[in-house]
């Protein structure tokens, strides 16, 4: 049993030797993910000065143009790794294509890549609602002394090596997976420190927290329709709560702890839903199953999916496995 006044840096060391291809590349680099997240922290923190700082477009003080903090998160997290030299490709939510990345004196020598959504639900950070960053590693497919090609990006999710995810909440949280289980540290932002909070986490076998954008009912399928009435309905341990913050995130995070079901269907108007494959739903499939829980499109295990475009979309259901089975029976249905 881990001690609970470990700090990440502590248990990056400890597991590496638990990790099958163990050569320190991986723990350096969620070390480099661990730096990033802590500066973009820092930058989510002081957003609420922006209306006194100046906003986005505006210059700064030092004469500096203020960025968007979404757009600020990229550059970070892509300096933190690029600097470090430890991955070979990255793919982001803010780049149209993948990034190659040549280390000096060597062509790709590294043997990762990275997919990520650098502050995901961007669009709470005006009304100082908790965002997120989403993180994805793969070993790359090419061989490593060639550029990495697409390939490298387009692997199912069972294939990942790491994924978690940042919570910039009421307080900031790393939860990450190597596919030994998932835990979650927990920063003091006064030392800037993250230490390890939650150890072993766990979903619920079942839970009382349904998540879903109501608003978008009308266009949902029948068989989502009839699973949220069945969520309503007063039988047995229901009617459940409506739990929606619009971060997925921090709607995963707190169905983790407390139980429940994130939902985001397909739709009349939206074919495959909203939420991307390869770094929002990937990782955080990865995130449930090594967790307990359960990841599906609504009838597919979503880490089996073959993907074709980098920034392709897919219905998504996730959370307690019971709840997400009873989903898809419903799916099954009236798909
Ligand atoms: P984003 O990547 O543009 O921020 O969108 C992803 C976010 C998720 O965090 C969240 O669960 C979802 O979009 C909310 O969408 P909606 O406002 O349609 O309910
Ligand atoms: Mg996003």
Redesign the pocket.
Known sequence: MDKKNKTLGEFIIEHQTAFQYSSGELSKLINAIRLAAKVVNHEVNKAGLVDILGAAGDTNIQGENQQKLDVLANEKFIQALKNREIVCGIAS?EEDDFISVNSNDKQNQNKYVVLI?PL????NIDVNVSVGTIFSIYRRITPVGTPVTIEDFLQPGKNQVAAGYIVYGTSTMLVYTTGNGVNGFTLNPAIGTFYLSHPNMEFPETGKIYSV?EGNYIHFPQGVKDYIKYCQKEEDDRPYTSRYI???VS?FHRNMIKGGIYM?PKSSVAQNG??RLLYECNPMAYLAEQANGKASDGYRRIMEIEPSELHERVPFFCGSRKMVEKAEEFMALKP
């Open positions: 939510e959504d995901d639900g961007s669009s954008n619009g971060s997925l709607d985001y909203k939420l």
